[in-house]
């Protein structure tokens, strides 16, 4: 189910033409917080807040509860925490700048850069 959880993240990103998103699977580290650090930038503030706004939308539709949320007030890096994933939006810049990625340079990565396409049932092509 986890691995649903992080394609609907990842798609909420792209649709909102998220730039390099990737998950990191923290399950291996002893003492980590979560066990999946979902990461991805926008160019702008309006970008990244359209971003956070989509997954909590999207994740809300598929049953799941935001336990927290910040960085909203400024757009330059936005926390969203699901419990066992936090979803890391940046301002392009701020991602250069602290590198996250490069803390947990280590754990397995995916990179997520389609969309994945929504199939149809049979009534839906009718």
């Known amino acids: 189910m986890i691995t649903h959880d992080l394609r609907v993240i990842a798609d909420a990103i792209l649709d909102k033409k998220g730039n390099n998103v990737v998950s990191l699977d923290l399950r291996s580290i002893d003492g980590a917080i979560c066990d999946w ?21 999207v994740m809300k539709e598929e049953g799941h509860r935001l336990l927290r949320s910040q960085g909203e007030e400024n757009g330059f890096w936005i926390i969203k925490d699901y419990g066992n994933i936090l979803v890391h939006i940046f301002l392009r810049e701020y991602r250069d700048f602290y590198r996250l990625e490069d803390l947990w ?9 389609d969309r994945k396409p929504v199939k149809k049932n049979s009534e839906d092509a009718r």
């Open 37 to 57: 650090f979902v990461v991805c930038d926008g160019s702008n503030t309006t970008q990244v807040s359209a971003i956070s706004d989509n997954i909590e939308k």
């Open 105 to 113: 340079s280590d754990v397995p990565r995916k990179e997520y850069k």
